[in-house]
């Protein structure tokens, strides 16, 4: 392989469906009632990642590896996505999906 002896490259794409995390409501007979015609749905999501990696043996028994991982690659901002909703479609609870980042890891293997 020449030139590119112990380099990696890697990547991943993840998919979430739409998720139900509702109802609306109705009156029925003067009372509130679930109204299941009436659905509230999180969006789509998506994520790619990639990760770059090297290798390479430091003595016989001794070997020395380096990976750079950069997680939601095409995500330049932090996002805040509803989990459930009020029965009006408000937001009851979220979460924050994560922007851009990325790790580092150094490892040595005797």
Request: glycine letters at 10%.
């Amino acid at each position: 392989m020449g030139r590119l002896k112990g380099f990696s490259i890697g990547g991943n794409y993840r998919y979430e469906s739409p998720k139900t995390i509702g109802y609306g409501y109705k009156m029925d007979a003067g009372r509130v009632a679930t109204d299941l015609s009436q659905v509230f749905k999180s969006p789509a999501y998506d994520s790619v990642g990639l990760t770059f990696g090297y290798r390479r043996k430091l003595r016989d028994r001794y070997n020395w590896s380096i990976q750079l991982h950069l997680d939601n690659v095409l995500q330049s901002k932090d996002k805040i996505l509803a989990t459930s909703v009020q029965p009006d479609g408000s937001m009851r609870r979220g979460m924050i999906r994560e922007a851009r980042s990325w790790a580092m890891t150094n490892t040595f293997e005797f």
